[in-house]
């Protein structure tokens, strides 16, 4: 029979009965569990199905929240070890700064789902870049501009970081301000009295330290599950917030009760008033991890059932090539697959018909469900920007002149897609290519993707060509013309393809800019007939490209290795799920299905 101390917790010798070593023991056990999953999520933290949930404060609020948890396993067992001032710095620092750093990092899946939305609605913003600051310290004025700067140029999710960390430190001032005007902590306080220790862990005093944790689970987290009431995305990312909302709820009702009641008196013996806390913080905890771990798992090994299929296909070829019936249709851009998880596995060819068709339905479903809706604008980009470039080169280059004219085009259309949708730092949601891809493409974009994500002219609007432009010297100057077309914000639908110049979204310029990052700058469609003379404004005319030359490496299959990496993505995975999606919604039609 296991022997539990009659006395419970009583600030006496140290509770070293069966109950006080399996807590430390579970403790322990919980503790190398839990920093095994971090580790691993943290080996993980670029993979595309946790990229987007900010896994490095996701894993420091776990961390801080746990080194609560952990000191909670420990009271009962040390008995009273813990001097007062420890327990109620524990109280004011780790489980609020816990709490809050986790309410942050689950933001991420409201403004995730709003930006995604907001993709749908306008994908031509890029996030500017912060000129650099040169040499000395600079004014105060100087420093005003760049916070300013910095300010408009933050996401929403720095913003919504920002107001957390003002709140911790509201949290920190009042417990300090507390801590040395009550007598129960020290002895030149001017409130409160020396009391015992028992008493010293009861008293007006502690309430400030669960004021978050109660707004976290009766205001801000109930609030949050209202805004994300229409998520419907495939990782269980609102499931997730919802349990670990729920879990939370009972904490603090009950912990209030057992601080400042008696009649929980039996029960703090064993059950001390601050573990009350404990199976929340432990939902969070485990929630928070294992939604995580278990889509890397199901997404890896969803990988490993589709190479096999094609491991299988490809043998399957060579044999049949070796018997010489191999024929067109075995190909692996046109042949169906079967595979034993995912049954009926769509062709490529089925995705490239969407692609080059009416594939809204398509977009919806990336952003909306797979958050991952900035891969689907970039396949239709660069096949417009490819169906632009064969137009330009095979049916209006007459000359040498235009022929270098429509390359100077092509590559600030170009340019426009890796601003907006490749480039790490500029992209709202940038695509997910491998390393050697992207440096090939940053080394023939980077440099002019500096001058125009940094561009600093106090004009809103940037000239789509100049009269002479350095890029091709030996053009002949144009002569200025107005145009009579005004360029609007927001590029049209009947637009071909979206080119610079661009200019800065203003309040007025789109409804969706509120809910996007104010600082966005949009690409601004030019017609045919402004290709001819600069955009005439009040303000002055400025060409961010101006005496930028078109790198040699640049042609019309710049994007070639980047479009089939991520239409390979697309494909194994977007695709079949869409497909299947739309089979059990009853939404598919006859012939989509090859």
């Known amino acids: ?86 327990e109620y710095w524990s109280m004011n620092l780790y489980l609020p700064i816990g709490i809050g750093l986790w309410q942050a990092q689950n933001q991420q899946l409201v403004i995730v789902s709003r930006q995604q939305s907001h993709l749908i609605h306008s994908n031509h913003t890029y996030r500017p870049l912060l000129p650099p600051r040169g040499r000395g310290v600079g004014t105060p004025r100087y420093w005003l501009w760049r916070a300013k700067i910095w300010y408009r140029n933050i996401s929403s999710q720095g913003k919504y970081e920002g107001f957390v960390l003002v709140g911790i430190v509201i949290q920190f001032t009042v417990s300090f301000i507390i801590y040395n005007i009550s007598r129960k902590f020290n002895g030149y306080g001017v409130v409160s009295h020396h009391t015992t220790p028992g008493l010293c862990r009861r008293g007006w005093e502690w309430a400030p330290s669960v004021v978050w944790q109660f707004l976290w689970n009766f205001f801000f987290g109930p609030y949050l599950l209202w805004k994300i009431r229409m998520v419907r995305d495939i990782y269980h990312w609102r499931l997730q917030t919802i349990i670990a909302v729920v879990a939370g709820l009972p904490g603090t009702p009950l912990w209030l009760a057992a601080v400042y009641t008696d009649k929980f008196g039996p029960v703090n013996k064993y059950w001390l008033p601050s573990m009350w806390f404990v199976p929340g913080m432990m939902a969070m905890e485990i929630v928070t991890l294992a939604f995580p771990i278990y889509q890397i798992i199901k997404h890896k090994r969803d990988a490993r059932a589709i190479n096999r299929v094609l491991a299988d296909f490809d043998q399957k070829k060579d044999f049949d090539s070796f018997d010489g019936s191999i024929t067109l249709r075995n190909s692996l851009s046109t042949v169906s697959l079967k595979s034993k998880r995912h049954g009926k596995m769509h062709s490529m060819e089925s995705l490239d018909q969407c692609l080059a068709g009416n594939h809204d339905s398509l977009q919806v479903y990336a952003s909306c469900m797979e958050l991952n809706g900035e891969n689907i604008i970039f396949l239709t980009k660069v096949l417009a920007f490819q169906q632009a470039c064969e137009k330009a080169f095979t049916t209006t280059c007459d000359s040498s002149t235009d022929f270098h004219r429509a390359r100077n085009d092509m590559f600030r259309q170009a340019l426009s897609i890796f601003v907006t949708l490749v480039h790490s730092r500029t992209a709202s949601y940038p ?48 002569p200025q013309q107005p145009s009579s077309q005004v360029l609007t914000p927001l590029a049209s639908a009947a637009d071909e393809f979206p080119s610079f110049p661009m200019r800065v979204l ?52 710049v994007f070639d290795a980047a479009f089939k990496s991520i239409r390979y993505m697309v494909w194994s995975e977007t695709w079949q799920r869409y497909m299947a999606w739309k089979r059990i919604s009853g939404q598919e039609t006859v012939g989509q299905a090859i």
């Open 1 to 86: 029979m296991v022997y539990l101390n009659p006395g419970g917790f009583n600030f006496g010798p140290r509770n070293l009965d069966g109950y006080g070593i399996s807590t430390i023991v579970f403790g322990v056990i919980y503790s190398i569990g839990l920093y095994a999953a971090c580790i691993y999520l943290w080996y993980q933290r670029h993979h595309p199905v946790v990229k987007m949930r900010k896994v490095g404060l996701m894993l420091l609020s776990v961390l801080v929240i746990h080194v609560f948890c952990f000191m909670v396993f420990t009271v009962y067992t040390l008995n009273g070890a813990w001097p007062c001032t420890v």
């Open 431 to 478: 695509i997910n290519i491998e390393s050697p891809i992207y440096n090939s493409l940053e080394a023939i974009f980077g440099p002019a993707t500096t001058l125009v994500a940094m561009c600093t002219t106090p004009s809103r609007t940037m000239s789509f060509t100049s009269t002479s432009s350095n890029v091709t010297p030996w053009d002949e100057p144009q």
């Open 506 to 557: 203003s309040k007025q310029s789109s409804r969706y800019a509120k809910k996007g990052n104010g600082s966005s700058e949009r690409i601004v469609s030019v017609s045919d007939e402004d290709t001819d003379g600069p955009y005439i404004s009040n303000n002055q005319v400025h060409d961010p490209l101006e005496g930028v030359r078109v790198p040699a490496e640049f042609d019309e299959k």
